[in-house]
């Protein structure tokens, strides 16, 4: 074989080399890719199952609403790149919806509402608005409770195992909202006279101190006020307790109606209620008083019962005599039955602190 024929074969086999290698090449090229998305696919994998975790562990955990939608709304917008979201909840009996977590928007995170249809993204807090808004209804049983909002500024279709992650949040999320409707109605009902349907006496003590520290930090005037029925000892001997029961709750509703909407009308005990007056000096304190005491007198109450009551009224703006305020009150309330009944009397603060004829919620410690 001469030369040339030997350059022949040699190129030859060159070329079929290098084809060998190309197709080897362009295999293993192929195979990583193949293997880049298998993991990114495990990794995106791994991230959904972390938030479904996250957000189960925080429902199942003691944590307060607004942190368990904090987790659900950071995560899935993390995964969906979003550059912010929201997450609203449904106002009982209203058509509309507040703000209750948010993340990188100029607006606070809860006290922004919105009506049920409306989805205008807000503004950013680096500036701007975002071009799309990504909405997911958060339902439990066929109910809307809410609805998780992320904010993309590029839009894209959805696949399949997004859509799914938002959905398994967004029942999360309606179970998180569902333990905190059952766990805040338990609270209301630990805070609720049965009978009457007033806040109890517990009730009164925490709006108290809340009260008084309000007060306290605005220089305001705050009044305690203490009402007890005229005689209802007869009023059970007599009619039953039953009709005792109704006269209680008839009354109940009286002085909810004389009371302002930012007063605290609460069922002391028996048949005594009390009265916290936001911002009031003893004057208003006083004309309340007198209203609502001439309005029970001029009632009819159920089994066609006449009623009076007593009052005894305390008002200060004298930040350190506010804890005395309910002792004052009962000492009023004392000389209110002493002087007669009927009656309305109001306590002097200047004097010296009284001994009181009842026993006061706890609410020294402010």
């Known amino acids: 074989m001469d030369l040339a024929a030997v350059l022949l074969v040699v190129s030859v086999l060159f070329v079929i ?91 606070r995170a809860r006290g922004g509402t919105r009506k049920l249809d409306e989805h205008t993204a807000p503004g950013l807090e680096l500036g701007g608005h975002p071009q799309h808004a990504l909405v997911v209804p958060i339902q439990r049983s066929g109910q809307l409770m809410g609805a998780m909002e992320l904010y993309l500024n590029a839009w894209r279709e959805l696949s399949e195992d997004q859509a799914d992650l938002l959905n398994g949040v967004a029942s999360q999320a309606a179970i998180a909202i569902r333990h905190a409707q059952l766990f805040q109605a338990q609270e209301e009902n630990a805070l609720t006279d049965e009978l009457t349907k007033l806040p109890n006496r517990r009730a009164l003590a925490q709006e108290f101190l809340k009260e008084m520290q309000r007060a306290r930090r605005h220089k305001n005037a705050i009044a305690f006020v203490m009402i007890d029925i005229d005689h209802f000892k007869q009023v059970n001997d007599t009619y039953g307790h039953l009709n005792g029961d109704a006269v209680l709750a008839e009354l109940a509703q009286i002085l909810k109606g004389g009371a302002r909407e930012s007063d605290v009308c609460a069922r002391y005990g028996g048949e005594e209620f009390a009265l916290i007056l936001h911002e009031t000096t003893e004057s208003g304190a006083r004309v309340l008083a007198e209203r609502i005491r001439s309005k029970v007198a001029a009632s009819t109450f ?45 306590a002097d603060m200047k004097g010296p602190a009284p001994k009181s004829h009842m026993t006061k919620p706890e609410v020294e410690a402010v």
Do not use: C, W
């Open 302 to 346: 159920p089994g066609g019962l006449k009623l009076t009551i007593s009052v005894g009224v305390a008002a200060t703006d004298d930040a350190t005599l506010f804890t005395q305020l309910i002792d004052r009150a009962d000492q009023a309330l004392y000389a209110a039955k002493q002087g007669g009944r009927n009656q309305v009397r109001v």
């Open 17 to 107: 080399a290098f084809i060998l290698l190309t197709v080897s090449l362009m295999r293993q090229r192929g195979t990583a890719r193949e293997l880049e998305a298998a993991l990114a696919d495990e990794s995106g994998a791994r991230d959904r199952a972390a938030l479904l975790l996250a957000i189960a562990s925080a429902v199942n955990s003691s944590l307060a609403l607004e942190e368990v939608l904090n987790v659900a709304l950071t995560h899935a917008g993390r995964i969906m790149g979003a550059v912010a979201g929201a997450m609203y909840l449904v106002r009982t009996g209203k058509a509309e919806m507040y703000r209750e977590a948010s993340y990188n928007l100029t607006t």
